[in-house]
């Protein structure tokens, strides 16, 4: 059986609070929204029951932001795409950021486990005013669990409207791309985050974001394989490479602190999630 299912999440700012409106249909919703931080700031954590995506089966998310608005979206747990008979399984996100408004986007992991024929498509539309910050932390196979990523494919994209597009396939029977120095140089783990402003980024502010994410890479054990560059006036990117989830994790979790106090003066609030 495959399940289909959507979520829309809109968010408003109304007497100095940030609060959503959510509508679901199949499994897939929110688990709980709060403000542990501030009351323009809502938190929301967003589940899929079922514990997986299967071949056949559709997830799509659509987020909206009214001017003022700040939202923090993140999972309590690895997205994982499993093993297909032979139907793709996709996940597909949409966000539409108007005004001033914030976003945080900040699922955890996804996993593509060996023999998926995943799809998974994030597309952000930021009006003028608006910026966010997010990432995307994507493991293929379980190679410490002696379940590498040998058979199928994971296909993703990540766009900007008008400002970056990011689109690629990795296919397991394919290593060649996987364990070039051009590619993922032997590594199962790639981490991307990024800035990215409805609006060009100041040419200090941009410094400053990619001086923030070089400072904290300089020194980790992940520092030959993360680089910070800016693709567009109004998008800073920074990538890691990594063996496994957890130190690629653990590095993205810092440049968002620093992202986060550098460009909007806020201290890092870790959602309770992180830590159960």
């Not at 408003?12 to 688990?31: E, F, Y």
């Not at 999972?75 to 032979?86: C, D, E, L, Q």
Request: hydrophobic letters at 40%; a neutral charge; proline letters at 6%.
């Amino acid at each position: 059986m495959s399940w289909q299912g959507s979520l829309s999440l809109d968010y408003r700012l109304g007497d100095g609070r940030s609060v959503v409106h959510d509508r679901h249909d199949g499994p897939l919703r929110v688990l709980k929204s709060l403000h542990p931080e501030d009351a323009r700031i809502c938190h929301s954590v967003l589940v899929h029951p079922p514990g997986g995506i299967v071949g056949g089966d559709a997830l799509t998310i659509a987020i909206g932001l009214e001017a003022g608005a700040h939202a923090l979206v993140t999972t309590p747990g690895a997205t994982r795409f499993y093993r297909s008979a032979g139907a793709a399984a996709t996940q597909s996100t949409t966000v539409h950021a108007r005004g001033d408004a914030r976003l945080e986007w900040l699922p955890l992991e996804t996993i593509a486990y060996s023999g998926c024929i995943a799809e998974n498509s994030i597309s952000f539309e930021l009006d003028a005013g608006a910026e966010m910050i997010g990432w995307d932390l994507t493991a293929l196979g379980l190679p410490t669990s002696d379940q590498p990523f040998v058979a199928g494919s994971y296909r993703q994209s990540i766009e900007f409207r008008g400002r970056w597009l990011e689109r690629g396939t990795v296919r397991g029977d394919a290593p060649g791309l996987l364990d070039s120095p051009l590619g993922w140089a032997g590594h199962r783990v790639l981490g991307t985050l990024w800035f990215a402003a409805g609006s060009p980024i100041g040419e200090a502010r941009r410094d400053a974001l990619l001086d923030a994410a070089r400072s904290v890479a300089t020194g980790d054990a992940l520092q030959r394989t993360t680089g910070a560059t800016a693709p567009h006036a109004g998008v800073v990117v920074v990538r890691v490479l990594a063996p496994n989830v957890e130190p690629a994790m653990a590095l993205l979790v810092r440049i968002w602190s620093a992202w986060r106090r550098s460009a909007w003066q806020l201290e890092p609030c870790a959602p309770r999630v992180w830590r159960t």
